[in-house]
């Protein structure tokens, strides 16, 4: 056979292979390139199924290649620039082509010296010929191999790519490349697949293979595979298996571990047992030999009286007969009872020998401290020789075997009693045991045997705490109480001490409460010195600790041991233990520093640490946490105010902070002679430090009412006071009048006047009008001034005061202030233009809500705003934004919305044009602080009612009030309305009207429903619907801009894929039909929106509609050499088009997110400021 033929053979076949490939796996696109080029290159044979298959009307609709054929031409301007970008296009994919040349020069040199070697094995003729027939042969098990897996069609991709680029099919492995999207072709992975001109060696191992081998081996490959799982599976279960091993083996270890404990805890008790078997064992001796030493006692009394009885008369005898009776009888009981303590004793260490090994550890503890206490007294019983000292001996013994026995019980307040009982007990029981008997060697033996008892329980107690459940060691406190108080050693009771304060890790609230009741019982009894010496080093130890719980008992102590201490100790070493819990890090610790300062300051005996104390105090006011301020505001300002009597000081240092806090802020702008200029950019320490003061002057402000009670300087007055009724104030107008005629002196009422409210105003000239926050604390401070001193003072001095400061000069009233701070009230009043600027800004505001608004009856402000709103006073004629600033900050409180509702209707029902759009702008700030109610009952009728009015400047100021109202509401009701009044604007069909109504629901895109969206949409494309045949460019301009930022704010929503398809889409294509007027930024922004919305088909519509009228070949000189590039475009997008309804999926919506399409179309500021609108106005 003729090799030539021999080879097209062999290419036809893998040319079908190839198309095969691109049609079963869904690459339409390359196919349809590859049809092009098949038949460019006269190869009409090998192009006929795919001929075909492009011609199915079942899968390319008729009526779909008709509507791109109706789409008008391009003109020649958008094909050159789309030449331009084709060249740019082609001059990257000449570099790329380069370089894969090269890597085909370089594969083609390893391939000829691959033939070289194997030149005999070129395939037969008879091969080729009977081609056909064994496709059909094997075609059969084809289909048997299952779907493709992931790892084939990796490898079999980068084989057709390789193939194509061989073959000579470029622009066909470029569309295949950019169509396998999930694959970068140019980076085939290393494998077994992975060799040169792959797709014909797969071609030859196919041909050269058997049905039976290929199935063999693939049936190798599968049950390979179900391997590979099931080792994966073992070694999964072999892996869940050691885990398991390891788990046992800790819980072995562990519990070997615990066997071992349990061991060396027995052997710890049996030498326990065995110790206190020998202490019975001396006790009893020593009991024989006390029982002896009394026999020869009486054997020896008996002798003596005999002696005595023979020289004495029998009168005389009487009494050692009586007295011999009484001792005899003293005896007995003191036999009788020491053999029932004994017996007792027997009967104790017995149990105990019992319970040993079945007990828990903190119960074998208690029950040792028991039983060794128990034997202590008995030691003190046995050796009293006398029978009222016995008896005392075992009412001690019984209380404080009561007391031990209380403690296994779980109820706290009789373990409150229980300390306190063992705290009263210990006075007497201590006089027992050194109470001076007949016989000197008897007391001290008593005295000895109570130090070893307390020895006894010190050395046992730091033992036995560890084993103690720890929601149970405080009922160790008796014991701990009573060892440190009366332990001789100074170093024992620093360590019991210690035990005390750590005798919990971490004790919750309930857990101080009882430790610190303990400190509390065991301070009164130690006294002062012991106190400072042993109780308050515990608080230097422990001020550091890493645990916050502990840190806290020590602020605990600070204000409750203070008592317990000398005077002098409180304002040194405790203040100073204060000082550093003070600066403390943890909020808890510091809010308990501020609670304990309060505790501690009544308690100082002089005043010589009150500027220690004030610093603290401001120190604890600036604290970043907001529970330290309120503990501090709350309890500890009271305190101070009360104990150093210097609140004129602390308000001076106030005002001086809060100002210079201001004053530290840089300005908004550093141009001088504007209002910016004067104006603070305020951080966020310097906002909390301020907001922080002005709640520490609304904290000050009864302390100010009632020093200025106590301090007037009118006396008929002062003895009137009693005889005031509650409803009316102290400060009358008689006696303000009477005050500024008088020549005396008042300065804590001429503080509020003359430092506090000009500081006040001086403050807010500094704050913008994002400050309201800060205004509204102001405002509260004066509502509250007006509240405690009254109306009389209200109008008499308060409003003159804001008058003069807001510039309204000639309304202020100042007969009632003293002549001699006159001239500081009038210095108030603005001077400059920038000055009266600011103080329309910042002041008014505060006129109107703190000051006009405190009064009873809303007449006032409502008669202010009315002068202000018709122009009535002087200085409001050129301040309109700024009276609405005004107005938008009364509008912030909902007790004045009644009030600008009336106003509102005043001004709609008035016929001048000016105010029925000042009720338009009234409504706009309104609008975001009320709720739904208001909105449909006050709101839209009054808009409804503007809307409606005769004048077009009125109907269309009403249309921005139309927007915000659907920017802050979703209501199906208002947005209703609104859709209906919106029509109602647009049938009359002005430029004016339809850019208001189209900017004024823009604005609500973010934040409306998706019902409100849609009919936006719709006004859109009809409005892009229908042609403007205006010959001004400017209103065509304005038109078309409005109606792309419209579109790029939907964009950056979801809106539903009907709403898409109806009305995006086809917006989107008017306004780009209207190419004159479309700024460049938004062309470019709807034609990305258009192509991630609806495909790819719009990338090149304008070479589509080229390609179906023939200009392509028509064209071809405007792109030379890339002609057949422009044609291989057109059937692209033609292809595209037809099957996009068929490749579109919900995956490229879902991954085009909103904030992608916000950030893409740079449309973010320009809603931020849109939203701005309201505020700026």
Same mark, same amino acid.
């Given at each position: 056979?003729?090799?030539?033929?021999?080879?097209?053979?062999?290419?036809?076949?893998?040319?079908?292979?190839?198309?095969?490939?691109?049609?079963?796996?869904?690459?339409?696109?390359?196919?349809?390139?590859?049809?092009?080029?098949?038949?460019?290159?006269?190869?009409?044979?090998?192009?006929?199924?795919?001929?075909?298959?492009?011609?199915?009307?079942?899968?390319?609709?008729? $009526?779909?290649?008709?509507?791109?054929?109706?789409?008008?031409?391009?003109?020649?301007?958008?094909?050159?620039?789309?030449?331009?970008?084709?060249?740019?296009?082609?001059?990257?994919?000449?570099?790329?082509?380069?370089? &894969?040349?090269?890597?085909?020069?370089?594969?083609?040199?390893?391939?000829?010296?691959?033939?070289?070697?194997?030149?005999?094995?070129?395939?037969?003729?008879?091969?080729?010929?009977?081609?056909?027939?064994?496709?059909?042969?094997?075609?059969?098990?084809?289909?048997?191999?299952?779907?493709?897996?992931?790892?084939?069609?990796?490898?079999?991709?980068?084989?057709?790519?390789?193939?194509?680029?061989? @073959?000579?099919?470029?622009?066909?492995?470029?569309?295949?490349?950019?169509? &396998?999207?999930?694959?970068?072709?140019?980076?085939?992975?290393?494998?077994?697949? *992975?060799?040169?001109?792959? =797709?014909?060696?797969?071609?030859?191992?196919?041909?050269?293979?058997?049905?039976?081998?290929?199935?063999?081996?693939?049936?190798?490959?599968?049950? %390979?595979?179900?391997?590979?799982?099931?080792?994966?599976?073992?070694?999964?279960?072999?892996?869940?298996?050691?885990?398991?091993?390891?788990?046992?083996?800790?819980?072995?270890?562990?519990?070997?571990?615990?066997?071992?404990?349990?061991?060396?805890?027995?052997?710890?008790?049996?030498?326990?047992?065995?110790?206190?078997?020998?202490?019975?064992?001396?006790?009893?001796?020593?009991?024989?030999? *006390?029982?002896?030493?009394?026999?020869?006692?009486?054997?020896?009394?008996?002798?003596?009286? @005999?002696?005595?009885?023979?020289?004495?008369?029998?009168?005389?005898?009487?009494?050692?007969?009586?007295?011999?009776?009484?001792?005899?009888?003293?005896?007995?009981?003191m036999e009788t009872e020491t053999t029932k303590l004994t017996l007792v004793r027997e009967e104790n260490l017995k149990s105990l020998?019992?319970?040993?090994?079945?007990?828990?550890?903190?119960?074998?503890?208690?029950?040792?401290?028991?039983?060794?206490?128990?034997?202590?007294?008995?030691? %003190?019983?046995?050796?009293?020789?006398?029978?009222?000292?016995?008896?005392?001996?075992?009412?001690?013994?019984?209380?404080?075997?009561?007391?031990?026995?209380?403690?296994?019980?779980?109820?706290?307040?009789?373990?409150? /009693?229980?300390?306190?009982?063992?705290?009263?007990?210990?006075?007497?029981?201590?006089?027992?045991?050194?109470?001076?008997?007949?016989?000197?060697?008897?007391?001290?033996?008593?005295?000895?045997?109570?130090?070893?008892?307390?020895?006894?329980?010190?050395?046992?107690?730091?033992?036995?705490?560890?084993?103690?459940?720890? %929601?149970?060691?405080?009922?160790? =406190?008796?014991?701990?109480?009573?060892?440190?108080?009366?332990?001789?050693?100074?170093?024992?009771?620093?360590?019991?001490?210690?035990? +005390?304060?750590?005798?919990?890790?971490?004790?919750?609230?309930?857990?101080?409460?009882?430790?610190?009741?303990?400190? #509390?019982?065991l301070a009164k009894n130690v006294g002062q010195m012991r106190t400072e010496t042993e109780l308050l080093p515990q608080c230097w130890?422990?001020?550091?600790? !890493?645990?916050?719980?502990?840190?806290?008992?020590?602020?605990?102590? *600070?204000?409750?041991?203070?008592?317990?201490?000398?005077?002098?100790?409180?304002?040194?070493?405790?203040?100073?233990?204060?000082?550093?819990?003070?600066?403390?890090?943890?909020?808890?610790?510091?809010?308990?520093?501020?609670?304990?300062?309060?505790?501690?300051?009544?308690?100082?005996?002089?005043?010589?640490?009150?500027?220690?104390?004030?610093?603290?105090?401001?120190?604890?006011?600036?604290?970043?946490?907001?529970?330290?301020? /309120?503990?501090? =505001?709350?309890?500890?300002?009271?305190?101070?105010? /009360?104990?150093?009597?210097?609140?004129?000081? &602390?308000?001076?240092?106030?005002?001086?902070?809060?100002?210079?806090?201001?004053?530290?802020?840089?300005?908004?702008?550093? #141009?001088?002679?504007?209002?910016?200029?004067?104006?603070?950019?305020?951080?966020?320490?310097?906002?909390?430090?301020?907001?922080?003061?002005?709640?520490?002057?609304?904290?000050?402000?009864?302390?100010?009412?009632?020093?200025?009670?106590?301090?007037?300087?009118?006396?008929?007055?002062?003895?009137?006071?009693?005889?005031?009724?509650?409803?009316?104030?102290?400060?009358?107008?008689?006696?303000?009048?009477?005050?500024?005629?008088?020549?005396?002196?008042?300065?804590?009422?001429?503080?509020?006047?003359?430092?506090?409210?000009?500081?006040?105003?001086?403050?807010?000239?500094?704050?913008?009008?994002?400050?309201?926050? +800060?205004?509204?604390?102001?405002?509260?401070?004066?509502?509250?001034?007006?509240?405690?001193?009254?109306?009389?003072?209200?109008?008499?001095?308060?409003?003159?005061?804001?008058?003069?400061?807001?510039? $309204?000069?000639?309304?202020?009233?100042?007969?009632?202030?003293?002549?001699?701070?006159?001239?500081?009230?009038?210095?108030?009043?603005?001077?400059?233009? !920038?000055?009266?600027?600011?103080?329309?800004?910042? #002041?008014?505001?505060?006129?109107?809500?703190?000051?006009?608004?405190?009064?009873?009856?809303?007449?006032?402000?409502?008669?202010?705003?009315?002068?202000?709103?018709?122009?009535?006073?002087?200085?409001?004629?050129?301040?309109?934004?700024?009276?609405?600033?005004?107005?938008?900050?009364?509008?912030?409180?909902?007790?004045?919305?009644?009030?600008?509702?009336?106003?509102?209707?005043?001004? !709609?029902?008035?016929?001048?044009?000016?105010?029925?759009?000042? @009720?338009?702008?009234?409504?706009?700030?309104?609008?975001?602080?009320?709720?739904?109610?208001?909105?449909?009952?006050? !709101?839209?009728?009054?808009?409804?009612?503007?809307?409606?009015?005769?004048?077009? %400047? &009125?109907?269309?100021?009403?249309?921005?009030?139309?927007?915000? #109202?659907?920017?802050?509401?979703?209501?199906?009701?208002?947005? $209703?309305?609104?859709?209906?009044?919106?029509?109602?604007?647009?049938?009359?069909?002005?430029?004016?009207?339809?850019?208001?109504?189209?900017?004024?629901?823009?604005? @609500?895109?973010?934040?409306?429903?998706?019902?409100?969206?849609?009919?936006?949409?719709?006004?859109?494309?009809?409005?892009?619907?229908?042609?403007?045949?205006?010959?001004?460019?400017?209103?065509?301009?304005?038109?078309?801009?409005?109606? *792309?930022?419209?579109?790029?704010?939907?964009?950056?929503?979801?809106?539903?894929?009907?709403?898409?398809?109806?009305?995006?889409?086809?917006?989107?294509?008017?306004?780009?039909?209207?190419?004159?007027?479309?700024?460049?930024?938004?062309?470019?922004?709807?034609?990305?929106?258009?192509?991630?919305?609806?495909?790819?088909?719009?990338?090149?519509?304008?070479?589509?509609?080229?390609?179906?009228?023939?200009?392509?070949?028509?064209?071809?000189?405007?792109?030379?050499?890339?002609?057949?590039?422009?044609?291989?475009?057109?059937?692209?997008?033609?292809?595209?088009?037809?099957?996009?309804?068929?490749?579109?999926?919900?995956?490229?919506?879902?991954?085009?997110?909103?904030?992608?399409?916000?950030?893409?179309?740079?449309?973010?500021?320009?809603?931020?400021?849109?939203?701005?609108?309201?505020?700026?106005?």
């Open positions: 056979m003729n090799p030539s033929r021999s080879m097209n053979v062999e290419r036809s076949s893998l040319c079908n292979c190839v198309v095969n490939f691109l049609l079963e796996e869904g690459y339409t696109l390359a196919a349809f390139e590859l049809l092009h080029e098949l038949l460019e290159d006269g190869r009409d044979d090998q192009a006929i199924r795919l001929r075909e298959y492009f011609s199915d009307h079942a899968l390319f609709p008729s $009526d779909q290649i008709a509507r791109f054929n109706s789409i008008r031409a391009a003109d020649p301007q958008t094909l050159l620039e789309e030449k331009q970008i084709l060249e740019e296009k082609l001059a990257v994919t000449e570099y790329e082509l380069r370089l &894969v040349q090269e890597d085909v020069t370089r594969l083609k040199s390893d391939l000829e010296k691959i033939s070289e070697a194997r030149a005999d094995e070129s395939p037969d003729a008879s091969i080729a010929n009977g081609l056909k027939n064994l496709l059909e042969k094997k075609g059969s098990n084809f289909f048997s191999l299952g779907p493709l897996k992931d790892a084939e069609r990796r490898d079999l991709n980068c084989a057709v790519k390789e193939y194509l680029l061989f @073959a000579g099919y470029r622009l066909t492995a470029m569309t295949f490349i950019e169509e &396998v999207t999930d694959q970068n072709l140019d980076v085939w992975p290393k494998n077994s697949a *992975c060799v040169n001109d792959a =797709l014909r060696r797969y071609y030859y191992q196919y041909l050269s293979s058997t049905t039976e081998a290929a199935e063999e081996k693939m049936f190798l490959i599968q049950e %390979n595979e179900s391997q590979m799982k099931e080792n994966m599976t073992l070694k999964m279960e072999l892996g869940s298996f050691l885990k398991i091993k390891e788990l046992a083996d800790s819980q072995i270890a562990s519990l070997s571990k615990y066997l071992e404990t349990a061991q060396k805890d027995l052997k710890e008790r049996d030498l326990l047992v065995q110790a206190l078997k020998q202490s019975l064992e001396l006790q009893r001796k020593e009991l024989n030999e *006390c029982r002896a030493e009394i026999t020869s006692l009486k054997m020896h009394i008996e002798g003596s009286r @005999a002696s005595r009885g023979l020289n004495t008369g029998k009168m005389e005898a009487t009494p050692p007969l009586c007295i011999d009776r009484k001792e005899e009888t003293r005896s007995q009981h020998v019992s319970q040993v090994d079945d007990s828990q550890p903190e119960e074998n503890a208690l029950h040792l401290v028991s039983k060794t206490l128990s034997a202590s007294h008995f030691k %003190n019983t046995i050796v009293i020789n006398d029978g009222l000292e016995c008896n005392k001996s075992k009412i001690s013994t019984t209380t404080s075997e009561g007391s031990f026995v209380s403690c296994n019980g779980n109820n706290d307040q009789d373990r409150e /009693n229980n300390i306190e009982h063992i705290a009263q007990s210990t006075v007497p029981e201590d006089s027992s045991l050194t109470h001076k008997t007949d016989s000197p060697t008897s007391g001290t033996t008593t005295d000895k045997m109570g130090l070893e008892t307390v020895q006894i329980v010190s050395d046992a107690l730091p033992k036995i705490v560890p084993y103690v459940l720890i %929601n149970h060691r405080e009922e160790l =406190l008796p014991l701990i109480m009573c060892a440190i108080e009366r332990h001789p050693d100074g170093n024992v009771r620093d360590s019991l001490t210690h035990t +005390l304060f750590n005798l919990i890790k971490r004790p919750d609230e309930q857990q101080r409460k009882i430790i610190m009741d303990a400190c #509390v019982s130890e422990q001020i550091n600790h !890493v645990y916050e719980e502990r840190r806290l008992l020590v602020a605990q102590s *600070c204000g409750e041991l203070a008592e317990f201490v000398r005077p002098e100790i409180r304002d040194s070493l405790i203040l100073s233990i204060v000082h550093q819990l003070v600066e403390d890090s943890a909020t808890v610790v510091r809010e308990a520093a501020a609670h304990n300062l309060a505790m501690l300051l009544p308690l100082f005996p002089n005043m010589d640490k009150y500027f220690k104390v004030e610093e603290l105090l401001f120190q604890l006011v600036c604290d970043p946490s907001g529970v330290v301020v /309120n503990a501090t =505001l709350k309890e500890l300002l009271p305190v101070v105010i /009360n104990w150093g009597g210097k609140m004129d000081h &602390v308000l001076r240092v106030l005002l001086s902070h809060m100002l210079g806090a201001a004053k530290r802020c840089p300005p908004i702008s550093g #141009v001088q002679d504007i209002v910016d200029s004067h104006l603070r950019v305020l951080g966020e320490n310097e906002r909390w430090s301020i907001d922080v003061f002005l709640r520490m002057i609304m904290e000050l402000l009864p302390f100010i009412h009632q020093r200025c009670i106590e301090t007037c300087p009118i006396t008929f007055t002062t003895k009137s006071i009693s005889t005031l009724d509650e409803n009316r104030s102290f400060f009358s107008s008689s006696l303000l009048q009477s005050y500024a005629k008088s020549n005396l002196e008042w300065p804590a009422f001429d503080w509020i006047y003359i430092d506090c409210f000009p500081d006040l105003i001086q403050l807010t000239c500094f704050l913008s009008h994002k400050e309201d926050n +800060l205004r509204s604390q102001i405002t509260k401070i004066l509502l509250t001034v007006a509240k405690l001193f009254g109306d009389d003072y209200l109008s008499i001095i308060m409003l003159p005061i804001f008058l003069v400061s807001v510039g $309204d000069y000639e309304n202020a009233d100042l007969t009632y202030f003293p002549v001699s701070f006159l001239p500081r009230v009038k210095g108030l009043q603005p001077k400059s233009p !920038v000055e009266k600027k600011i103080s329309t800004t910042c #002041v008014l505001p505060l006129l109107l809500s703190g000051i006009l608004g405190a009064f009873r009856n809303d007449e006032r402000v409502l008669a202010y705003l009315r002068k202000l709103l018709r122009k009535e006073i002087p200085w409001s004629v050129n301040c309109s934004a700024e009276i609405m600033g005004a107005v938008r900050f009364i509008c912030t409180f909902e007790e004045h919305h009644g009030t600008v509702f009336q106003l509102i209707w005043e001004l !709609v029902a008035c016929s001048e044009e000016s105010l029925k759009t000042a @009720a338009a702008s009234l409504l706009i700030l309104l609008v975001p602080y009320v709720d739904v109610k208001l909105a449909s009952t006050h !709101v839209l009728p009054a808009l409804v009612t503007l809307g409606s009015d005769q004048n077009l %400047n &009125v109907r269309y100021a009403s249309i921005d009030a139309f927007g915000v #109202v659907a920017q802050h509401f979703k209501n199906d009701v208002i947005v $209703d309305k609104i859709r209906i009044q919106m029509d109602a604007f647009l049938e009359d069909g002005s430029h004016e009207a339809i850019i208001s109504v189209i900017r004024s629901l823009v604005t @609500a895109v973010p934040h409306t429903t998706g019902k409100l969206r849609e009919y936006i949409l719709s006004i859109i494309f009809q409005l892009t619907s229908v042609p403007s045949h205006g010959n001004d460019v400017t209103r065509r301009r304005d038109r078309t801009n409005v109606f *792309c930022e419209a579109i790029r704010a939907l964009d950056a929503t979801d809106l539903p894929s009907t709403s898409v398809r109806d009305f995006l889409v086809p917006a989107i294509q008017n306004l780009l039909k209207d190419h004159d007027n479309l700024d460049p930024a938004h062309k470019e922004a709807l034609e990305i929106i258009m192509k991630e919305r609806s495909g790819r088909a719009f990338e090149s519509i304008s070479k589509v509609m080229g390609a179906h009228l023939g200009i392509a070949s028509s064209m071809t000189s405007f792109f030379g050499d890339s002609a057949p590039r422009v044609k291989k475009e057109a059937a692209e997008i033609n292809d595209s088009s037809i099957t996009s309804p068929l490749q579109q999926s919900p995956h490229s919506q879902q991954d085009d997110t909103r904030f992608r399409r916000i950030m893409r179309g740079g449309f973010g500021e320009m809603l931020r400021g849109k939203a701005k609108g309201p505020d700026d106005t």
